[in-house]
Structure formats: structure tokens, C-alpha cells
């Protein structure tokens, strides 16, 4: 396993885009409670493309929720490409997901 330093050293020169090409994306993607969003950020660090999709809520007793984790996963994987679409990347362009 690498250093902290040498790891945290890569990640602010791939955040300043020393180490990506010019049409290469960071692809970011937040797991919410009530859905998936995913970002592209371009090699200048600016967001340039997202997408988002809802997740189903399961509220098994009052105060609680719950989500399934299959659908989870599938959220993922569908706003990722969709993502890709709306943006008219291919997956070829993602240096990094996140």
C-alpha cells in the first residue's frame, strides 16, 4: 500500500489535471437517501454533465427506512450511463470514478 502522502500527492495532481488528457472526466457519483446523482468533472476541475435518478424508500416502521440493495447497485450502474449519454461520452473518457 502506497504512503498517505504519495496517495493524497496523485490526487491533488489528477485534481489539478496534471495526469489527465484534455477530454478526460472524473466520474462522481453520491448514493442519497432518496436517489443516485452522478457528475462528470473535466480534467479544470468544473462539473460539466450530471443525472440523477430516485430510489424506492421501504419504511418498514415508523422512523425507519430502508433501501434495497440490489436497486441501490442498479441505480448506480443506470445513472452512470445515462450520464454518459446525456453528456455523448463514451466510457473510454472516465480516467477515474469516485
Known amino acids: 500500500m502506497a504512503p498517505l502522502d504519495t496517495i493524497a500527492d496523485s490526487w491533488l ?9 484534455d ?5 462522481a457519483l453520491d448514493q442519497g ?18 443525472a440523477s435518478r430516485e430510489i424506492t424508500q ?3 416502521k415508523p422512523g425507519w427506512v430502508e433501501h434495497d440493495p440490489v436497486e441501490l447497485f442498479e ?4 445513472t452512470a450511463g445515462l450520464l454518459l449519454e446525456t453528456a455523448s461520452a463514451d466510457s ?7
Open 33 to 50: 437517501t432518496t436517489g443516485t446523482t452522478a457528475v462528470l468533472v473535466d480534467s479544470a476541475g468544473h462539473s460539466v454533465h450530471s
Open 75 to 78: 441505480s448506480c450502474l443506470e
Open 13 to 21: 495532481s489528477i485534481c489539478r489535471g496534471e495526469q489527465l488528457p
Open 58 to 60: 421501504i419504511f418498514p
Open 92 to 98: 473510454s473518457a472516465v480516467a477515474a470514478i469516485g
Open 23 to 27: 477530454k478526460a472526466y472524473i466520474m
